[in-house]
């Protein structure tokens, strides 16, 4: 098997965007639709702008794996997983294309409004599992899909912990504490860094709190 029944109690609340990171579009089809890959995923969207719909969102996609958020564990069960197609740091991370951008727009507009979900919980695999996950990654642009993920944060307070900031981005207790340098990592790929290190410089702060706060 390769999905599975929501449960009842378990809504959807979030959309997880990822990257294929294989080296082409048929392979990737291929695999999240096989039903004995133990992966899948909602949508993939090609390279062309064609969005493909795998699987219905009324089903629970396997795309998230280990995962947390805030204080959720398994996102899986709360979210809608959308593939970018993509070959990844792996074999070649490419440029997210306009086309691509354009359908991921019309799809997360619909998705919002269908399953009414927040602007902020529009949210990468990598903050999710950042011990894991890259994906999509520092080429990955939020703001060409019109997500202003961070625009309900207020309030700019002086002198914040990096496990504050960290905290108020979203991660985990657990991956603050146990992988604080991966999400690092994950932040500096949120802010389309073009090195990727787990350093903390006054650039990286002053980066993090415009990201989180309004000026
Ligand atoms: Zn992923």
């Not at 969207?45 to 719909?53: L, Q, V």
């Not at 939020?142 to 991660?171: A, D, P, Q, T, V």
């Not at 002053?206 to 990201?211: A, E, Q, R, S, T």
Request: with cysteine.
């Amino acid at each position: 098997m390769n999905y599975s029944f929501r449960k009842k109690n378990k809504t959807v609340k979030f959309i997880i965007i990822h990257y294929t990171g294989m080296k082409n579009l048929r392979s990737a089809y291929a695999k999240l639709s096989k039903i004995n890959s133990d992966v899948s995923c909602h949508y993939l969207i090609s390279r062309s702008g064609i969005i493909f719909n795998l699987l219905c969102p009324n089903l629970k996609a396997w795309h998230a794996g280990k995962s947390q958020w805030k204080n959720i564990t398994n996102l899986n069960d709360y979210s809608i997983g959308i593939e970018l197609e993509n070959r990844g740091h792996q074999f070649g991370y490419d440029d997210f294309t306009s086309t691509q951008y354009a359908s991921l727009k019309k799809l997360t507009y619909f998705l919002k409004k269908n399953f009414q979900i927040d602007e902020q919980n529009v949210i990468y695999h990598s903050d999710i599992s950042p011990n894991r996950k890259k994906d999509p990654g520092e080429k990955f642009d939020i703001n060409k899909i019109g997500i202003n993920r961070f625009k309900n944060f207020i309030s700019y307070k002086k002198k914040i912990s990096i496990e504050e900031l960290l905290k108020i981005y979203g991660f985990s207790k657990f991956y603050i504490r146990r992988y604080q340098s991966d999400c690092i990592i994950s932040v500096k790929r949120s802010l389309k860094y073009k090195k990727i290190n787990n350093k903390i410089n006054k650039k990286f702060i002053k980066d993090f709190y415009n990201l989180l706060f309004d000026k």
